[in-house]
């Protein structure tokens, strides 16, 4: 994949300080099927003995010092970029390459990951085209890279940020998600199988409620295990306090307050299989079965929008002042807070069957009420949910970030999603 240009088509006015015999010139080109990142080397129509470290490989019509084996560097202490032609020059060109690099990284994605259409998150995750391209993208946490090729890959970044670059991937829905993915040993049918593929979203979105969101790094770290088939089979598994007995469940110390049987309050269990939460009655895998797509499945049913992004790219655009939102049990709740009607179906409001929710079953209701649940050490006001079994009366608790109150998170035995209300 090559990028050339002439001149900086970020400044097309600009006057470039004439030196004999050289115009602007520069490109930038990398492999489109390395299946490691490229260790980048400069050249200038011929290779330099320079590395920049970058993941591509940069070419310039620098002004170069006599020996040719290094960018000019001026002699004299009173000339500086302001100046000397030759450092101004060399200024601009780099300028040019940031520029440059923008539309490399833009345009280049749709030569770098195809079209097609995915069954399942875990196809996209393990999509090696997907980390190719972010592979393309400095890494200013490097130790190596130094020097004006750091000011260049911060310069990158800034660039991006400033248009605004469409270069997280998202998902889109061709088909509705009815449920959330099966295993393999459980037949799809049309209805029941997901229809994905990639489009591309912008840095920051206009809409709050369409924001891209990283996955948290140990959510990312848990999908790369089970690319890898390690024994991590569940994200959900990572945010397990204890585990209880299938019987168990989960009523809130400060209870809802209704004394109708019908409509009282259940949270059913959070490690327990049901017909809806995982297995079918003949004890195998249902349509629903825990894997580590499911936390995805359910941030995008509540429209959550959530990028295959790695999270190193949120870290590179924070040292370069843009903050991006990751997905945290903090994080989801208070999305879940402010958004929640985005979860209702045809003009539906709370309180409301599961089925005309997003959520559609109460088992991918009770896998997002599992993870919003997750403890966050660094929240406040919280409200305890206690699990107990009856042989031992052993009790677990578990932390919720705030008191939900005014948000549709109780769970009723007639299966209907209710505001949830503090006791009179």
């Known amino acids: ?139 200013l946490s490097s130790k190596v890279i130094e020097g004006v090729w750091l000011d260049l890959a ?33 037949e799809q049918t049309e209805e029941t199988t997901p229809m994905l593929t990639i489009k591309w979203h912008v840095l920051r979105s206009t809409t709050p409620c369409e924001q891209a969101h990283f996955l948290e790094v140990a959510t990312n770290t848990l999908y790369h295990h089970y690319r890898l088939k390690k024994s991590v089979t569940s994200i959900v598994q990572a945010y397990e306090h204890a585990a209880t007995a299938a019987s168990t469940a989960i009523v809130p110390s400060s209870s809802h307050s209704d004394t109708d049987n019908v409509r009282k309050t259940g949270y059913p269990s959070l490690m327990g299989p049901s017909v809806d939460e995982g297995f079918n009655q003949s004890g195998k895998p249902s349509v629903v079965t825990s894997n580590c797509s499911d936390i995805q499945c359910i941030f995008e049913m509540t429209g959550m929008v959530v990028t295959f992004a790695p999270s190193r790219i949120r870290a590179q655009l924070r040292a370069c002042d843009l903050t991006l939102p990751a997905t945290t049990p903090q994080t989801v709740f208070t999305y879940y807070g402010q958004y929640h009607d985005q979860v209702l179906l045809d003009g539906g409001k709370f ?25 966050c050490n660094s929240c406040h006001g919280r409200i305890h949910f206690v699990s107990s079994t009856e042989a031992t009366d052993e009790k677990t608790e578990v932390d919720h970030p705030v008191f939900p109150e005014g948000v549709p998170l109780l769970l009723t035995a007639d299966q209907e999603i209710r505001m949830f209300e503090k006791k009179a």
Request: charged letters at 25%; proline letters at 7%; hydrophobic letters at 35%.
């Open 1 to 139: 994949l090559i990028q050339q240009g002439i001149g900086d088509i970020e400044e097309e006015m600009q006057r470039w300080p004439f030196i004999k015999q050289m115009k602007p010139r520069h490109g930038i080109a990398a492999p489109l099927d390395a299946a490691e990142p490229l260790d980048g080397q400069v050249y200038c129509f011929l290779p330099l003995p320079i590395m920049s470290h970058l993941p591509v490989h940069i070419n310039g019509h620098f002004t170069l010092n006599t020996a040719r084996r290094d960018l000019w560097k001026s002699t004299d202490p009173t000339k500086t970029t302001t100046v000397d032609p030759r450092l101004i020059w060399n200024k601009n060109i780099m300028s040019a390459i940031s520029s440059s690099y923008q539309k490399f990284l833009v345009d280049g994605r749709q030569h770098i990951v195809k079209p097609r259409d995915y069954s399942t998150y875990e196809e996209i995750h393990g999509d090696q085209s997907i980390s190719r391209y972010y592979d393309m993208f400095p890494d």
């Open 154 to 186: 911060k310069d990158i970044y800034k660039t991006l940020i400033k248009h605004n670059a469409r270069v997280l991937a998202v998902t889109e829905h061709q088909r509705p998600l009815l449920l959330l993915p099966s295993s393999d040993d459980v």
């Open 351 to 375: 309180p409301c069957d599961v089925q005309n929710t997003k959520f559609k079953i109460t088992g991918n209701f009770k896998k997002f009420l599992k993870y919003i649940l997750h403890k």
